[in-house]
């Protein structure tokens, strides 16, 4: 086997890549590569050849950077002969990639689950997505010191009541009635709790679209409970100034 490496082989080359900042196709510039070509004998007569570039790439829009791997070999061809790349483009992306949005005053907890329940739907791990997001829900009624609530039950005579509960049930309803949300971020959150359990307990695959939401409606109420609130301070702060 020969192996040979080339320095920025590619570099100032344009390639067109879905940039996850511009949520778009833009052209990227390559701003350093190495070059890997190697052959290798494949029987008595005929060889293995490959070439593949690693590239530090930046959008020409937002600046942003990224990896590209782009790489071609003489097995991997179409029925032309011609050879068929494969392209891989890190951090991971595509039409339904979610991006990780940047909070300032949700707690370090919550932003390393949300994290990782980003990457997980990302990487299609849905199963444990949907555990994220029942480990956001846990998470957002910790952190706001909700312990339980009342929950509606139906006793057997048919009638109901109202029972505190310390269960996830019984703590969004402390969520709701603390004031923290509204009765429809609470209903929502009430969905949140089944995907979870089912994705835990029943090992279940949620939906990608289902999960979609989830995700789009814990950021929601990342921005009702800490970002919204941090901001008006800063503006009342402001004008008591002036």
Known sequence: MKVEFENDKTKDKIEKVLCTSCENTTKHKVLTSINEKGTEPWGDYASFDWNTDYEIIQCLGCDTVSFRFYSINSENTDHEYRPIPTIRIYPKRGKDTLTTKHYFNVPYNLQRIYSETIDSYNNGNLTLCGAG??????????????????????????????KLRTNLQGKINGLYESGKLTAQHADILHEHRFLGNEAVHELSLPSKEDLNLAIEIVENVFDTLYEIPSKGMQLKSKRLKK
Request: aromatic share 0%; glycine share 16%.
């Open 133 to 162: 997001v029942r480990a956001l829900v846990e998470g957002l009624c910790q952190e706001n010191g909700i312990t339980g609530g009342n929950v509606e039950i139906t006793k057997k005579d048919g009638s109901k009541e109202k």
